[in-house]
């Protein structure tokens, strides 16, 4: 049962356009979300996150919007650079009494930036 | 400090062979976690510890995987007679706790397992 779900495997922008990378979840409990980014034979690495109380999260050139209702959130790239092809996990947490739950992860969102 | 680290990079072994591989975590970071992380899907998690207890190990794919973390430092992760079905990356994780605004977890460049 897929928790997190990235339905899109990939995605393919011009350099200077926006990035929007889209992640749904089912689990009503997670409170906490995040994006990480991944380039080939490298850990993730982490980019942005959000607490369930917020709607959004800005962050130089990333902005992540949660809705709640919706069970969705999503990842702003402006503007998209050649840089940021990589492939994009979005990733949710549970937060139980100020412990740190495991990070459960999304299939990925292989971004393309095409100069 | 350099971050997370894992090693090997790489490890190519026969089925049925033992493999082992180490994580060192950022040094202040109470938390430990193994992912595991096979082509076109996302990370899955295995197990944690917080120092040197194993919170959680439910998650471990059989029995033929084993994870420590002696003296909650760097931790081991063994898989025991290996099938190609193990072939995957395997990454390792650090965080701080008590968990705030920040409950980023952050990852080693991981430990690409090839069973042959």
């Known amino acids: 049962d897929q928790q997190v779900k990235q339905n899109s495997p990939s995605l393919s922008v011009q350099e200077g356009r926006i990035s929007i990378l889209n992640c749904d979840y089912t689990?009503?409990?997670?409170?906490?979300f995040l994006w990480y980014k991944k380039y080939p034979a490298e850990g993730p690495t982490f980019l942005i996150s959000?607490?369930?109380?917020?709607d959004k999260n800005e962050d130089g050139r990333f902005t992540v919007f949660l809705n709640k209702s919706a069970k969705h959130l999503s990842l702003h790239i402006v503007p998209s650079q050649p840089g940021d092809s990589a492939v994009y996990f979005c990733a949710a947490i549970i937060n139980y009494g100020g412990s740190q739950g495991n990070l459960i992860f999304g299939k990925g969102t292989k971004l393309s930036v095409k100069p | 400090d350099t971050g997370v680290s894992q090693d090997p990079r790489h490890k190519i072994t026969k089925r049925g062979q033992n493999v082992t591989f180490r994580c060192d975590p950022i040094s202040e970071h109470n938390r430990l976690y193994w992912y595991r992380q096979t082509l076109g899907q996302g990370p899955e998690f295995l197990t944690y510890?917080?120092?040197?207890?194993?919170?959680?190990k439910s998650r471990l794919l059989s029995d033929r995987f084993s994870a420590e973390r002696p003296k909650g430092s760097f931790s081991t992760l063994e898989i025991q007679r290996t099938e190609q079905g193990d072939s995957a990356m395997y990454l390792c994780a650090s965080s701080q706790t008590p968990v705030e605004k920040n409950t980023e977890a952050f990852f080693g460049q991981g430990t690409r397992l090839t069973v042959v």
């Open positions: 689990n009503s409990m997670f409170d906490y």
């Open positions: 510890f917080q120092n040197e207890a194993q919170l959680e």
């Open positions: 959000i607490s369930s109380i917020k």
